[in-house]
């Protein structure tokens, strides 16, 4: 029996995982792209006015890099209930394959939104996602911010994720402006 179980965090999860948790490691999921086609209307956002944040989109040629945090099995339920609450607007759980190295992987979870859930953005041009996140803030701060501390988080642990930086110089463009 295992004594512990794998998180995979991809967004927020990366600079903010707001649980205790025993190791962490850089992975990626296979078959999946971060994108942010997520309308956040209780963190980033209101509901007059949604942020965007990331979600995961299937995706077979790609692979999505993020943090994996691995999760005392006794404390798992209380963990998994903070963070369905936190994941509340359209997120569920998923199972996948964890990759640490091209031959090391773990079971793993992670939270996404499908494209079927009500909070769901979908597709736009970086500009107007851009635009979005310059005007968006919620109960948990300025969608900018999000934005801002996910592509530093990703530069700080040698993740590339060109949809992430493209919007934000996007929005580094628009600033100017």
């Known amino acids: 029996m295992n004594s512990s179980i794998w998180l995979f965090g991809y967004g927020s999860l990366i600079w903010r ?3 205790d948790y025993i190791s962490s490691r850089v992975a990626w999921v296979s078959g999946w792209s971060r994108r942010f086609w ?6 980033r956002g209101v509901p007059q006015a949604p942020g965007r944040v990331v979600t995961l989109f299937p995706s077979e040629a ?24 936190r ?12 990759f640490f190295t091209q031959s090391e ?11 079927n859930n009500p ?3 979908g597709p736009a041009s970086d500009e107007a996602i851009a635009s979005q996140i310059k005007q968006s803030h919620g109960p948990s701060g300025s969608n900018e911010e999000y ?7 990703l ?20 600033t100017d402006r």
């Open 62 to 85: 790609e692979r999505c890099g993020g943090m994996a945090f691995e999760i005392d099995q006794k404390v798992a339920v209380e963990i998994f209930t903070q963070l369905d609450y």
């Open 38 to 43: 997520q309308g956040s209307h209780d963190h």
């Open 105 to 115: 992987s773990v079971e793993g979870v992670f939270y996404y939104a499908a494209e």
């Open 17 to 19: 995982p707001d649980f």
């Open 155 to 174: 530069r700080q642990n040698h993740i590339v994720d060109e949809h992430v930086f493209a919007i934000e110089r996007a929005l580094d463009n628009e």
């Open 87 to 98: 994941e509340k607007n359209g997120y569920e759980r998923q199972q996948a394959a964890l």
């Open 119 to 121: 909070a769901f953005l």
């Open 147 to 153: 934005l801002r501390k996910l592509a530093d988080a």
